[in-house]
């Protein structure tokens, strides 16, 4: 489906369920996580868009300059264009709950909506990277925010990733973080942490 601005994957879930949007990382497509997605709440409303930025045939779902150098204007408008897209398809689907799983760049986008914006009431961020100092937002209180990471991720290193929990700790977020000893792979524990985060929604 093209509708609403992003290529992507949609089941309609019950009338009075969560919606959650699964946001891949760089490479991936509206398919890596939607089946993941299905198992986790079955009568939710799942939404997998396709990053609408292209990096040498890579999906993305903003542009960078380099290896955690991010072109921030390019990410302004994805954030701006990712809010929205959220915000009218869970009006549409009239959702109980805005729920949010992404890993990577998928990640980034969603870290970024809710520093921004808010929106999602529930979030698993797998390996974000934020590297530059978010503005604060008082709407983030409540909010429950999940990160999970590896202990030697080259991509997502150990020290932006616990200023970003830091972060969210510092708006009143309900934040849990979760480690394992790898890099950037996403290992057993992320799920677990990832299947209790959404299991009230179920």
Same mark, same amino acid.
């Given at each position: 489906m093209t509708d609403h601005g992003y290529v992507h994957r949609l089941h309609a879930g019950a009338a009075g369920k969560p919606i959650l949007f699964t946001l891949h990382g760089t490479g991936g497509d509206e398919n890596q996580f939607f089946d993941f997605a299905r198992q986790l709440l079955p009568e939710a409303t799942i939404v997998s868009p396709r990053g609408d930025v292209s990096e040498y045939g890579a999906a993305r779902f $903003?542009?960078? *300059? !380099?290896?955690g150098v991010y072109d921030?204007?390019?990410?302004?408008r994805a954030t701006d264009k990712?809010?929205?897209?959220?915000?009218?398809l869970a009006r549409e689907h009239q959702a109980s709950a805005i729920l949010g799983l992404g890993f990577s760049n998928g990640a980034n986008i969603l870290a970024n909506v809710l520093i921004e914006k808010g929106v999602f009431d529930a979030s698993a961020l797998m390996h974000p990277l934020i590297p530059f100092q978010p503005k604060a937002n008082a709407g983030l209180a409540g909010r429950k925010v999940l990160i *999970?990471? !590896?202990?030697?991720?080259?991509i997502s290193p150990v020290p932006v990733t616990k200023a970003l929990a830091d972060y969210y700790?510092?708006?009143?977020?309900?934040? *849990? *973080?979760?480690?394992?000893?790898? !890099?950037?792979?996403?290992?057993?524990?992320?799920?677990?942490?990832?299947?209790?985060? $959404?299991?009230?929604?179920?």
């Open positions: $903003f542009k960078r *300059t !380099g290896e921030m204007a390019d990410l302004a990712m809010a929205g897209y959220v915000s009218e *999970t990471a !590896g202990e030697r991720d080259p700790e510092r708006q009143k977020a309900d934040v *849990t *973080t979760v480690w394992h000893p790898g !890099g950037h792979e996403i290992r057993p524990n992320e799920v677990d942490a990832i299947k209790a985060l $959404f299991e009230p929604y179920r």
